[in-house]
């Protein structure tokens, strides 16, 4: 990144150029060198869909991150009563989350919908799963928007895991408010293991892909 352009972003705030740090330029992911005097720009961001694209962002960052490439939108938030979980994710990148994050569903996929969340673990040498997974995938072709669907049935399956007991028998509804690319999908289910009627999944999952 050129001297004369550093200094612009420096006099709007120099906040935006602390050393070894990320900043966006624009629509540009740059990075301020360790002396704090340049900075080398990696392009602008790009990619993303039609609904959902890709840009700089200096907000929601993975890692920590002060600024990085991710979509505008989350492409999947979640908000659990039972088990009380909540969350959104940008993007999933399999090689760097693992755990509290959202696999959303896919726009190319004909053959369902279908979403899995993965909620935080606590810390230690033996970590215990905070919250439960959930995983949900719903046939295509779907059922009618808004249309309460009543468990079991042959064209939706769920499973949830977790510490100690997880499940995949439900009773209780679904309803598919929202196809992809802006989808959005309520549980409200109770185990059908006799043993576990304690065990329930009352809550929503939504996002723009």
Known sequence: MPIESLASVLDAGSFLCKRGEAFCDSANLSYCSRSGTDAVSLGA??????????GCFMTDCPGGAKACCRPGKATCSWSFTSPAISGQTFGFDESRDKENYCVAPSTCDQNSLTF???????????????????????????P????????????????????????????GTVIVHSDVPTWRVSLDLTCSDPNLRDLRLVGSASGDV
Do not use: E
């Open 116 to 142: 899995y969340i993965a909620p935080p673990k606590t810390t230690g040498t033996c970590p215990v799963m905070v919250g439960r997974s959930v995983h949900v995938i719903i046939g295509r072709p779907l």
């Open 144 to 171: 009618p928007l808004g249309q309460i669907v009543t468990l079991p049935d042959s064209r939706v399956f769920i499973s949830s895991g977790g510490t100690p007991t997880s499940c995949s028998a439900w009773t």
């Open 45 to 54: 961001c790009g990619g993303g869909t039609v609904n959902n694209p890709v």
